[in-house]
C-alpha cells in the first residue's frame, strides 16, 4: 500500500504544478505524507457535502479540481465552512490535494475529458502551452464531430451527454446551422473568444459566459454558442483523472481504489424558463 508521499508524486507527474497559473493554489492542501493511501476520491468542487462523502467512502484522500483556498485566509476555523471543510477531512485522516489550471493545461486535461465525454475527436489544444513543442498540451481544445451535425443536435448531444443540471445548454445561433468544428473549453471560457475567432470553428462550447462578451463574440462572427453549466463541464475530467490513476497504480502495484463522486454540486437547483420569450407588454 503507498503512502500519501507517493500518490501525491503520481499526481504531480500528471499534473505538474509548474502548468498551473500563477494566480492559482493547487497541489496538498492538507494531509500526512507519510500515512497510507488504500482509496481515492475525485470531486469538482471541495464542499462539506464532498468532504462527508470522502468520509463515508472510507478515502484516505480527495481529490478536487477546484481550489479550496484560492486566496490568502487567516483562519481554519471549524465555524468557517472553508474550516469546517478542513476539520472533517483532518478529523478523519483524509488528505486534500488540488489540480485545476494545471490540469487544463495537460494532455490529456479538462477539456480533452469533455469532448471525449461528447464524442468529438479531438484535433489539437485552443490554446498551445508555449513550453510543449509537441503542441499536445494549452488551454481549450479544437474538436471535430465524427460528422457534421445541426447546432441543435450539438446542443441535445451535450444536454444528454453532460452531467444533469438545472441550467441545462443555453444555445446561440441558427439551431439548423451545420457544424463541422467545435471550440471547447472545460469551464470559463469566455476569456477566450479571440482565440476560438482565430481559430475560425464553427461552435464553441464552454460555460459561464457573460452577457457582454457573448454579445460581442455574435456580432463579430456568425460563431455559434452553448453555455453549459460550469461543474458539468468539468465533471467528465474526475472520471478521467481517476483512470490515470488506475493506471498508475496498476504500473505501481499499489492496489488503489479509486471513486468518483457522482454528487451534484453545482450551485443552480431550479431553472425557471420564461413561458414566452420577448419583452413584456
Known amino acids: 500500500?503507498?503512502?500519501?508521499?507517493?500518490?501525491?508524486?503520481?499526481?504531480?507527474?500528471?499534473?505538474?504544478?509548474?502548468?498551473?497559473?500563477?494566480?492559482?493554489?493547487?497541489?496538498?492542501?492538507?494531509?500526512?505524507?507519510?500515512?497510507?493511501?488504500?482509496?481515492?476520491?475525485?470531486?469538482?468542487?471541495?464542499?462539506?457535502?464532498?468532504?462527508?462523502?470522502?468520509?463515508?467512502?472510507?478515502?484516505?484522500?480527495?481529490?478536487?479540481?477546484?481550489?479550496?483556498y484560492l486566496r490568502g485566509t487567516t483562519t481554519v476555523a471549524a465555524d468557517t465552512f472553508k474550516g469546517r471543510f478542513v476539520h472533517t477531512l483532518i478529523r478523519h485522516g483524509i488528505a486534500l490535494h488540488v489540480a485545476h489550471t494545471n490540469a487544463d493545461r495537460a494532455d490529456p486535461g479538462v477539456s480533452d475529458a469533455l469532448a471525449d465525454a461528447l464524442g468529438l475527436r479531438v484535433t489539437g489544444?485552443?490554446?498551445?502551452?508555449?513550453?510543449?513543442?509537441?503542441?499536445?498540451?494549452?488551454?481549450?481544445?479544437?474538436?471535430?464531430?465524427?460528422?457534421?451535425?445541426?447546432?441543435?443536435?450539438?446542443?441535445?448531444?451535450?444536454?444528454?451527454?453532460?452531467?444533469?443540471?438545472?441550467?441545462?445548454?443555453?444555445?446561440?445561433?441558427?439551431?439548423?446551422?451545420?457544424?463541422?468544428?467545435?471550440?471547447?473549453?472545460?469551464?470559463?471560457?469566455?476569456?477566450?473568444?479571440?482565440?476560438?475567432?482565430?481559430?475560425?470553428?464553427?461552435?464553441?462550447l464552454t460555460a459561464d459566459l457573460r452577457h457582454h462578451p457573448a454579445s460581442e463574440a455574435t456580432e463579430h462572427s456568425p460563431l455559434a454558442l452553448l453555455d453549459a453549466a460550469h461543474w458539468a463541464t468539468e465533471w467528465p475530467w474526475c472520471q478521467q483523472a481517476a483512470a490515470q490513476l488506475d493506471a498508475a497504480s496498476e504500473r505501481h502495484g499499489w492496489g488503489l481504489r479509486t471513486e468518483v463522486s457522482r454528487l451534484v454540486t453545482d450551485p443552480w437547483t431550479v431553472q425557471l424558463p420564461s413561458s414566452t420569450p420577448g419583452a413584456p407588454n
Open 1 to 68: 500500500m503507498p503512502v500519501l508521499s507517493d500518490v501525491i508524486t503520481t499526481l504531480d507527474t500528471l499534473w505538474p504544478r509548474a502548468w498551473a497559473e500563477q494566480w492559482d493554489a493547487v497541489g496538498l492542501v492538507c494531509g500526512d505524507p507519510d500515512a497510507e493511501v488504500a482509496r481515492v476520491l475525485f470531486a469538482v468542487d471541495p464542499v462539506q457535502e464532498v468532504a462527508e462523502e470522502a468520509v463515508a467512502t472510507g478515502a484516505q484522500l480527495l481529490v478536487t479540481h477546484h481550489p479550496l
Open 125 to 204: 489544444p485552443l490554446v498551445p502551452a508555449p513550453d510543449d513543442p509537441a503542441g499536445r498540451r494549452g488551454l481549450g481544445r479544437i474538436a471535430e464531430p465524427e460528422a457534421p451535425l445541426t447546432l441543435r443536435a450539438l446542443g441535445e448531444l451535450a444536454a444528454a451527454r453532460l452531467p444533469g443540471t438545472a441550467q441545462g445548454i443555453r444555445v446561440s445561433g441558427d439551431p439548423d446551422r451545420l457544424v463541422r468544428t467545435v471550440a471547447v473549453c472545460g469551464g470559463s471560457g469566455d476569456s477566450l473568444f479571440a482565440e476560438v475567432r482565430a481559430a475560425g470553428v464553427d461552435a464553441f
